[in-house]
């Protein structure tokens, strides 16, 4: 038996096992992942009112049932089982562990009031289990959220969106409970560059504007373009960003806004530089604003003399994801692990035998769903094409490995377990008419986990 071992049941991942079991039926895939449940930012990152964009976990779904396919969810690989030992036990290994860390926000000073990341906010209300359920506090008025692209749209979506449209989704109930109380009246979305060069998409865009109760504002100044942003806005390549201007020349001459209770604001050319508290003790977002100069496609921010301020009682940094390398590896990622067709390369630009890399991991913090696919079957090509030069696992690792697995007091959770855990998060879900409603709290689900356990004898 020929086994292959995947690190992260994300899209890369699952995509990834579709591939190589369509390219040969025997051989074995295993799925692990740190987080007890499968399916990555499908199920920890789309935004819970977008529940139609989570359609291709059916096809995770599928998948992960396919004789040969085993999944070992809560198996964090470079802390429970070393990367090391994975090498020695399979044939090959495909690391599919996405962008693990944050592209950090720098401020000058001491920041009075909290400041969190895009990360951090979404595992929270998407019931990432590890997090507390008091995780977020918005008992506040005023939200600043940094970064133009969908996470931070999605993030000012979900903190303005009326809360009883949230309730029939399958938001975490912990953050539900905290959007029934929530304060937030006013969210500021702050871009560096200019609406031409925002990174969001229109449909995305255009959602912010159907909010019942809320008002989208900028400043008609905004969407005065000079020469270079034109000429960006008239190339070929700017049929997004001209869907969104002309979106943003809409609202901006149509303020009329007379039963809004929230504000949604949208600034762009501004860089947050340093947070003070007012003489009322307010949060304050001192902002410098920037400049475009340059060509069309190669103009760079510059700062000028203006600095305006922002009331400001919580902070959110959404600017981007990092790929990390796994421990045992410790390799740079610009943005991701450097590979050849998917083949991790080594500091000196050497082949790691039997090493792989696919979706974010591979290509950086960028791309939807669908575009781990093809990413993931380039990844699979390579190591098809590889194969009879695989290195030769250690007889008997298998077999250790698991073993040492399931004796530990927190076994990997197997597919059965998951289809369990699914069917019961769908079930309590339909009776409050919403999709599922997630276990978010790891105590809960392990009790659960034993329960159905401990009614089933089982063989591992
Ligand atoms: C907030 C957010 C919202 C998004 N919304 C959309 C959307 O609406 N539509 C869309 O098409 N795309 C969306 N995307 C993009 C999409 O989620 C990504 O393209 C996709 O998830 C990347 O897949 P991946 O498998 O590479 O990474 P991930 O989805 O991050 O999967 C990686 C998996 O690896 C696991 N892992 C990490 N480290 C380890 C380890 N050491 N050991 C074991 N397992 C590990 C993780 O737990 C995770 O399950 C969104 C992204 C974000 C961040
Ligand atoms: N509905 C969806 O389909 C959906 C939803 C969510 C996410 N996604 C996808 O997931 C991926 C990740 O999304 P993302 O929003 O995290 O990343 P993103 O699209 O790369 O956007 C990051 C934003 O942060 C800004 N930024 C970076 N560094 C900054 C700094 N130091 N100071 C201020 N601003 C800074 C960037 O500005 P610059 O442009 O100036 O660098 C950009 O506006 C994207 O491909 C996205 O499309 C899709």
Redesign the pocket.
């Known amino acids: 038996m020929t086994a292959v071992a995947i690190v992260g049941a994300g899209p890369a991942g699952f995509y990834a096992a579709e591939a190589l079991k369509l390219a040969d039926q025997t051989l074995e895939v295993h799925l692990y992942d740190r987080y007890p449940m499968p399916f990555g930012l499908t199920r920890y990152g789309i935004a819970p009112d977008?529940q139609r964009?989570k359609a291709p976990a059916q096809l995770f779904q599928r998948t992960g049932a396919m004789p040969g396919v085993r999944f070992f969810g809560g198996v964090e690989i470079g802390h429970d089982v070393s990367l090391d030992v994975l090498r020695s036990t399979y044939s090959a290994v495909l690391l599919a562990h996405g962008a693990q860390a944050d592209?950090r926000?720098t401020l000058n000073g001491t920041t009075p009031v909290e400041v969190r990341t895009?990360r951090e906010m979404v595992a929270w209300y998407n019931g990432v289990p590890d997090i507390p359920a008091d995780d977020f506090n918005l008992q506040r008025q005023h939200v600043v959220i940094?970064?133009?692209?969908?996470?931070?749209i999605?993030i000012a979506r979900v903190l303005s969106r009326p809360v009883n449209e949230l309730a029939v989704t399958d938001i975490s109930d912990r953050a539900l409970l905290e959007l029934h109380r929530s304060q937030v009246r006013r969210v500021h979305l702050i871009?560096?560059?200019g609406p031409v060069?925002?990174?969001f998409?229109t449909r995305?865009l255009r959602e912010l504007g159907e909010l019942p109760g809320v008002a989208v504002r900028l400043r008609p100044q905004y969407l005065e373009l000079g020469a270079a942003c034109q000429t960006e806005l008239d190339h070929h390549s700017g049929d997004q960003a001209r869907r969104n201007i002309d979106l943003m020349r809409d609202w901006a001459t149509c303020q009329t806004h007379p039963d809004s209770y929230r504000e949604l604001h949208l600034h762009f050319g501004l860089?947050a530089e340093a947070m003070e508290r007012d003489a009322d003790g307010h949060g304050q977002l001192l902002l410098r604003r920037m400049r475009l100069v340059g060509a069309p496609f190669a103009q760079r921010s510059e700062p000028t003399d203006e600095q305006i301020r922002l009331r400001c009682d919580l902070l959110i940094s959404?600017?981007?994801?990092q790929v990390i390398s796994l421990p045992g590896l410790d390799l740079p990622c610009s943005p991701g692990l450097s590979h050849a067709q998917g083949r991790v390369l080594d500091a000196q630009g050497l082949l790691i035998p039997g090493l792989y890399v696919a979706g974010w991991a591979k290509r950086g913090?960028?791309?939807?769903l669908g575009t781990n696919r093809a990413c993931a079957q380039e990844t699979v090509q390579s190591m098809l094409a590889d194969r009879s030069n695989w290195p030769q696992p250690e007889s008997g690792a298998m077999k250790i490995l698991l073993d040492r697995l399931f004796a530990g007091d927190i076994p990997p959770v197997v597919w059965e377990d998951w289809l369990h855990l699914d069917h019961l998060e769908k079930e309590i879900g339909r009776a409050e008419g919403r999709p599922r409603i997630k276990f978010d709290d790891m105590n809960k689900l392990h009790d659960v986990l034993r329960k159905y356990r401990s009614s089933k004898p089982r063989a591992e």
Do not use: K, M, Y
Not at 146 to 152: D, E, K, L, R, Y
Not at 318 to 321: D, L, P, Q, T
Not at 365 to 368: A, H, K, L, M, T
């Open positions: 977008h964009l592209e926000l895009a940094i970064g133009n692209g969908n996470v931070a999605d871009g560096r560059r060069q925002a990174r998409t995305e860089v959404s600017i981007g994801f913090p960028s791309g939807v």
